[in-house]
């Protein structure tokens, strides 16, 4: 299966598997910005490539102050790491919960970490009839409210917000409510560049503020950067201080911070990532849709699909036929809790999409090989 590693993006499996060259594909199994890295990462190379002989700065002191001015925060607040992975994996390990409450389905990276270090996880269903949405008395059965009957309440509460791969926000209602009732709650908004109201519904200054709740985020999927390494955690700065010292040194390379600094002036890019996503999602959700596959109402730039379970497909055939015409989808049928029908697709350029597009129209209206 392409998703040997459990992500999407993997060119090298897809060319051991498929046997086209790592350059040859058209790529919606990774949710990557197609408009691809902005020019200052370019100049960045090209202007800083000798650096590399020194040692980066181990507290990456620079990027921390940069995001503190960007998000109105204090650079002890904030924690730079290998991408949202790793210190997602390093908050685990730090915090060393007993158990934990994830909503599923869910990005894998929760589950993985949390079952590297020993911890308990329980689960609670997003289901589909909901549009993959928490309900309050699903919230209430999962994390058993001061005073309510049920289970012990678990040491934390992982979601994405927006998740992945469903690529809904968590209501503000729902996150209030967990914030009062769960002991910590960790946010993965790792996707919240997308979303052109960020400001608004990200939590990352309120989580500069409380012992409380962790956010971490991502600069890879946004400035389409994923060979980079980049993310950064916000907690309050006790907290932040604690998990500093566990992360192992010079963990961020000096190419990685200077262009984590050049991106963020990068402001006509985020304006027309946002403003064309605006544009390009409804209209591809809408052709998904003509064809006869449900696509779950989105949030950002990717799309979860269920093929209809007349044609006879899989997400998994139909990965390895999209794949022998040079696309790569993601098999979300590896998700807890969705079919083997269920699909993800990044949200591409008109063109890219289209070409998609026709090549599922085709697949569906033959139906299925007779011999998959």
Not at 40 to 58: K, L, N, Q, S
Not at 234 to 258: D, G, T
């Amino acid at each position: 299966m392409l998703e040997r590693y459990g992500h999407g993006g993997d060119w090298v499996t897809a060319e051991e598997r498929y046997g086209r060259p790592e350059t040859g594909w058209l790529d919606f199994s990774a949710n990557m910005n197609p408009a691809g890295p902005p020019e200052a990462v370019g100049a960045i190379f090209r202007d800083h490539w000798r650096e590399i002989a020194r040692y980066p700065d181990p507290a990456v002191r620079g990027l921390r102050a940069k995001l503190a001015r960007e998000y109105g925060i204090p650079p002890d607040a904030i924690l730079v790491g290998n991408g949202a992975a790793e210190l997602i994996d390093l908050a685990v390990r730090g915090i060393g919960p007993a158990s934990a409450l994830l909503a599923q389905p869910s990005f894998k990276e929760y589950e993985d970490a949390l079952k590297k270090a020993g911890v308990a996880v329980r689960t609670t269903r997003l289901a589909k009839e909901r549009d993959y949405l928490l309900t309050d008395a699903e919230l209430d059965s999962a994390i058993s409210v001061p005073g309510a009957p049920g289970v012990d309440r678990p040491d934390c509460v992982f979601l994405g917000h927006p998740n992945n791969p469903t690529g809904r926000l968590v209501p503000r209602e729902t996150i209030d409510r967990l914030r009062r009732n769960a002991s910590l709650l960790l946010l993965d908004e790792a996707f919240m560049d997308f979303v052109p109201e960020e400001k608004d519904v990200s939590l990352i200054r309120e989580a500069a503020e409380s012992e409380r709740l962790i956010v971490f985020r991502s600069m890879t999927k946004f400035y389409a950067i994923p060979g980079i390494r980049l993310g950064f955690m916000v907690a309050h700065p006790k907290r932040i201080a604690e998990l500093r010292a566990l992360q192992p040194p010079w963990s961020v390379n000096f190419l990685a911070q200077r262009i984590g600094e050049a991106v963020l002036d990068e402001r006509e890019y985020a304006a027309r990532t946002r403003a064309w996503l605006r544009e390009e999602r409804p209209w591809l959700t809408g052709r998904l849709r003509s064809l006869g596959i449900e696509a779950c109402p989105s949030d950002v730039n990717y799309l979860l699909g269920e093929l209809p379970a007349a044609s006879g497909w899989t997400a998994r055939t139909l990965q390895d036929h999209l794949a022998g015409r040079g696309i790569l989808i993601r098999d979300a049928s590896l998700f807890q809790g969705l079919s083997e029908r269920h699909f993800r697709i990044a949200v591409r350029l008109r063109g890219e999409n289209e070409r998609l597009l026709q090549e599922l129209e085709q697949a569906l209206s033959r139906g299925a090989p007779a011999h998959v």
